[in-house]
């Protein structure tokens, strides 16, 4: 039975197949990298340069400069610095220094953590909000610093991760802006980002940052409308700020990016190496690409268990040894073309 009019409490606006709707028009933060409104996840183990690499993303937006090549559209960001904003600031003081960036960019740090999940998105919004009419600036990206300092409750139930992800969806809808979500990678990085798996299901964008010292590598594993790219390597190069009264160089890091190529990583563990030998096997012998499941059953008839047939694909796929081809995934160092 059809509700009364007056039991209506909201009205939805349905997109019709005749309304007007251009296929050209391509929409963007970062061109080919984060989308207008999306959901993003950058992870990546301690130390390997994530929240500088934010930092150099934040910049780019803020003040409309492209970034390694790629357009951006320009407007206010607000990091949120769970973390501490010293830190933060010091990155910042960095690129203005180091890149002579005007400290009139629309780029504001809240100093504290807060807790989404919990209603502290309504706080945030309402501060975005007032920093987007104080600058004459819309709203472009909120950065997380990090998930495990900025959610309420546990990362691992799924009921609180989908607390946290409906705030960031809360974020996204009030303010017009993209969320860009800093996380951290689980024990086993093959497997993504640490905490329950809903995060990823819900992620536009998924990065990952891997190299505890230079070069570093910048990854995509996950892009939901538009086409992954080739990884990017960059460094961190530290900029001195100041003299201590020790006499120490105080320094704070950019990122230097670089056009090399990154090279590939190193299959990770006995299960990795059996699989991806065992590939270079099929591949040679005329087998080009095999599907998720495939991948599975290859490990499985190898003896693995499942999930660790699992893990040894996933683990093949993040250090760039499987890549997205028809029909699957194929290897992207094969030693030779396939015979036969």
């Keep these: 039975m059809m509700p009364k009019r007056n039991d209506v409490k909201a009205k939805t606006d349905l997109l019709w197949l005749h309304d007007p709707f251009r296929v050209e028009q391509t929409e963007f933060l970062v061109r080919g990298l984060l989308e207008p409104q999306g959901l993003a996840v950058l992870y990546g183990e301690s130390g390997t340069g994530k929240s500088t690499l934010a930092v150099d993303l934040a910049f780019a937006i803020a003040t409309g400069n492209p970034w390694r090549g790629c357009a951006t559209s320009q407007g206010l960001v607000l990091h949120v610095a769970g973390e501490g904003s010293r830190g933060l600031r010091m990155r910042q003081a960095a690129y203005c220094l180091q890149y002579q960036i005007p400290r009139t960019a629309p780029y504001a740090v809240m100093p504290k953590a807060i807790a989404l999940g919990a209603d502290a998105e309504l ?197 760039g040894y499987l890549v997205p081809s028809v029909g699957g995934s194929t290897l992207k160092y094969a030693p030779t073309g396939p015979q036969g």
């Design 123 to 319: 706080e945030l919004v309402d501060c975005i909000a007032q920093a987007s009419v104080d600058m004459r600036v819309s709203p472009r990206l909120v950065i997380v610093d990090t998930l495990a300092r900025c959610m309420a409750g546990d990362e691992n139930s799924g009921q609180d991760m989908g607390a946290f992800i409906k705030a960031c969806d809360y974020i996204r809808e009030c303010t017009g802006a993209a969320v860009l979500v800093i996380h951290h990678a689980g024990k086993d990085v093959a497997r993504g980002a640490r905490g329950h798996s809903s995060l990823r299901a819900a992620a536009d964008t998924e990065l990952l940052v891997e190299g505890w010292g230079n070069p570093r590598t910048l990854k995509v594993t996950k892009q939901r409308d538009i086409e992954l790219i080739e990884p990017m390597v960059f460094d961190l190069e530290p900029v001195k700020l100041a003299v201590d009264e020790t006499g120490t160089n105080v320094t704070a890091c950019v990122v230097k990016h670089s056009d090399a190529r990154p090279a590939p990583s190193k299959p990770s563990g006995k299960q990795q190496a059996t699989l991806l030998a065992e590939l270079e096997r099929r591949y040679q012998a005329g087998e080009v690409a095999w599907t998720d499941s495939e991948l599975r059953t290859i490990g499985r008839d190898l003896d693995m268990h499942k999930a660790s047939a699992r893990s040894a694909s996933l683990g093949l796929h993040s250090a």
